[in-house]
């Protein structure tokens, strides 16, 4: 157990539908980061948080979009989904300086 | 930013040879490299890290080198087994307060062949 928690583990859905994966980092960890991992695919940077604020932005869609809340817990939110966003969606945790990154067990999620 | 490349992206290897994997980073500021471990339908999990100020590292079967100047670091596992088939991920970071964006490579497949 890594500390991290996401739900929910799995979801299903239709296109065009909007979901909320969540979350909840290790105790005392500021930054989250997800990345979204497609079927034989790497682990793409989608965006990064730390403290509540936005700290860095990588391949993100303009349907997807993130927050960090006061608890440290965050939530990305994918709207008018498309097959293609079928995947494996990670949140990891990390504390200061050079401290391991610790990733939750992923939500999977397929449009159907 | 940071790109980090990876390679070879699959690596089959007989059952106690060796098997390395390398990764090449584009920020020189970057001080910081991980290494994860990815078994199939699994959580990356940690397995061995480096920082800028160490050239090498090791863990038992387990080691890294790490090249600045050049911008490379490289992931050695000997005596391979059976259970070290899954797909390893580097990262490159910054290190500092606030913490920074950690970027992954694509991934190598490793297959140990019994």
């Known amino acids: 157990d890594s500390g991290v928690t996401q739900t929910p583990k799995h979801l299903i859905t239709a296109t065009g539908q909007r979901v909320t994966l969540r979350c909840s980092p290790r105790?005392?960890?500021?930054?989250v980061y997800w990345y979204q991992q497609s079927l034989d695919q790497g682990l793409q940077f989608l965006i990064q948080y730390y403290n509540g604020e936005e700290r860095a932005k990588g391949n993100i869609l303009e349907r997807f979009s993130a927050q960090q809340f006061p608890d440290l817990h965050s939530e990305l939110n994918l709207s008018s989904l498309e097959l293609g966003d079928s995947a494996l969606y990670f949140c990891?945790?990390?504390?200061?300086?050079?401290?391991?990154?610790?990733f939750g067990q992923g939500t999977r999620l397929t449009v159907v | 930013g940071e790109n980090v490349e990876q390679h070879p992206s699959t690596l089959s290897v007989q059952e106690g040879d060796s098997a390395v994997i390398k990764c090449t980073y584009s920020?020189?500021?970057?001080?910081?490299f991980p290494w994860y471990k990815q078994e199939l339908g699994k959580r990356p999990q940690l397995i061995i890290d480096?920082?800028?100020?160490?050239g090498e590292k090791k863990d038992q079967r387990i080691a890294v080198t790490l090249n600045k100047t050049a911008k490379h670091f490289s992931l050695h596992i000997t005596e391979t087994q059976p259970e070290d088939s899954a797909v390893y991920f580097c990262a490159a970071s910054r290190s500092g307060a606030g913490s920074y964006q950690l970027t992954f490579g694509k991934g190598t497949k490793l297959s140990v062949i019994p």
């Open positions: 480096i920082r800028s100020n160490v």
């Open positions: 105790s005392g960890d500021l930054s």
């Open positions: 920020d020189s500021a970057s001080n910081y």
């Open positions: 990891a945790s990390k504390g200061v300086e050079n401290a391991e990154a610790f």
